[in-house]
């Protein structure tokens, strides 16, 4: 028999130390480690809905025997599921990596219901196998796997009850006789440009604009016609010849785009954002705050000149680290922009910290740790002792990006992000992405030396 269905434990597998997606591994632990390196947040999602689910019986993974050990067999197609499985089994094996964390808290629910076996596919080797794992990752001409269009993937929302944004937006600007035949043609094949931009929150925070997921559209303030031309005017520019996806490829840049449209916007209030990254409500605030101005992303030097974003620095080493700042190129020097943001931010906050005299928690007190410059207490712990004193009800929308940086690690600006810069070989700066951080940053940085002078 070419192959046999059979249930094998889950302990008598072993991943795949050639396996194509990562290439060859010396040893067990280093498959894992460079399976999650390959595949990041997309293999904690694969783990956390093996968790929620269970393992899909509609595919299963080939094995085939360890021709080292009887009692074993080598996973030949599954590498990610098993490798998900062991991560959950023992998230040690994350270690390192600003994953550990995500298995740790995933392992407790996956202990309570573990995957003790797996229904398998057995095939005598690897090159027995081959033909039908290349059907599992290659089209073929249509032989092997084919994910569904842009249009299919649709029809299954909307049987699900839910609609895809662009859908949505197409459908009311039709119902609106806004959609001429020769717009709709030249959207054809482009729709998945529309959902990036339409599916983001951000659209309903700086624009007004909120689409439900049923597909129904209303506008912050009412206006039926504002936000209909707003809406024409966002398709007509992704429609264009010259726009592709890598405009809008990225959060930032998606978030940059739909700035552009802060003065069509439709807000509750009427008002609009301006554009420039900080969202509708910033803009709600421009009267009252410093930080009002849009932050200028085509900028060459890595913190924003001009009167109107001008940090307020007194001391002497933040004053004289700021100058440098101001004249430093990312261009040039990518890699020292982002160490520079990192030190300038902490150091910072650890100004107004002391300055303020906000007194060190009483935990860290317990432990021996006098002063906020004392090793073992986070950045993210100085920050949000900060925001405490800055913002104490929380609401401030300026500081919007700024709670995201400490709440999601997987932010440009991140914490995570900032710490790599100084300690991970793999860092990779990109000129704009290191000027973006320092624009996400900067209403922290205005405020918390506005209250210092």
């Known amino acids: 028999m070419e192959w046999e269905r059979k249930e094998i434990d889950v302990a008598r597998l072993t991943v795949d130390l050639g396996n194509f997606r990562i290439g060859d591994q010396e040893t067990t632990r280093a498959a894992y480690q460079a399976m999650l390196a390959e595949q990041e947040d997309n293999l904690v999602n694969l783990a956390a809905d093996l968790v929620e689910n269970g393992t899909n019986p509609s595919e299963l993974p080939i094995i085939c025997p360890d021709p080292e050990n009887a009692k074993q067999f080598i996973v030949v197609e599954g590498n990610r599921r098993v490798t998900a499985i062991r991560l959950l089994e023992t998230p040690a094996l994350a270690s390192g990596t600003r994953w550990h964390q995500k298995f740790i808290e995933l392992s407790k629910a996956y202990n309570a219901k573990p995957v003790k076996k797996l229904y398998c596919v057995v095939m005598a080797d690897k090159p027995a196998a081959l033909k039908w794992i290349e059907r599992k990752h290659r089209t073929l001409g249509g032989r092997g796997l084919y994910q569904w269009g842009a249009e299919a993937t649709s029809r299954a929302d909307a049987y699900r009850g839910k609609v895809r944004p662009s859908k949505a937006v197409l459908d009311h600007l039709r119902a609106n006789g806004a959609l001429s035949a020769a717009l709709a043609k030249k959207l054809q094949g482009k729709t998945t440009n529309l959902d990036r931009v339409f599916q983001m929150p951000y659209v309903s925070a700086a624009l007004g604009v909120q689409i439900a997921k049923e597909g129904q559209i209303t506008f912050g303030n009412g206006d039926n016609k504002r936000g209909t031309d707003l809406l ?67 900028r060459q030097t890595l913190a924003i000149k001009g009167r109107d974003h001008h940090l307020r620095v007194t001391d002497p080493r933040l004053a004289e680290l700021y100058q440098e700042a101001l004249r430093l190129q990312p261009a040039k020097l990518a890699n020292t922009g982002g160490v520079l943001t990192r030190v300038f931010l902490e150091l910072s906050t650890d100004f107004f910290l002391i300055h303020q005299k906000v007194p060190v928690p009483v935990e860290h007190l317990n432990k021996g740790r006098k002063a906020w410059t004392d090793v073992g207490i986070s950045l993210k712990e100085k920050i949000t002792a900060v925001l405490k004193q800055i913002d104490p009800s929380g609401k401030d929308q300026s500081f919007r990006e700024v709670r995201r940086g400490l709440s999601d690690s997987g932010a440009l600006h991140s914490i995570q992000a900032l710490h790599d810069y100084v300690h991970s070989l793999k860092a990779d700066p990109d000129p704009t992405e290191v000027k973006r951080i320092w624009g996400r940053w900067h209403p922290y940085l205005s405020a918390l030396f506005e209250a210092t002078t």
């Open 232 to 298: 024409l005017r966002m398709i007509r520019e992704m429609a264009a010849d010259g726009f592709t996806v890598d405009k809008i490829k990225r959060a930032e840049d998606r978030k940059d785009f739909i700035d552009t449209f802060g003065k069509y916007g439709v807000l509750a209030s009427g008002g609009t954002t301006g554009g420039g990254g900080q969202g509708a409500a910033a803009a709600k605030k421009a009267a009252k705050s410093s930080r009002k101005v849009a932050l200028p992303i085509d």
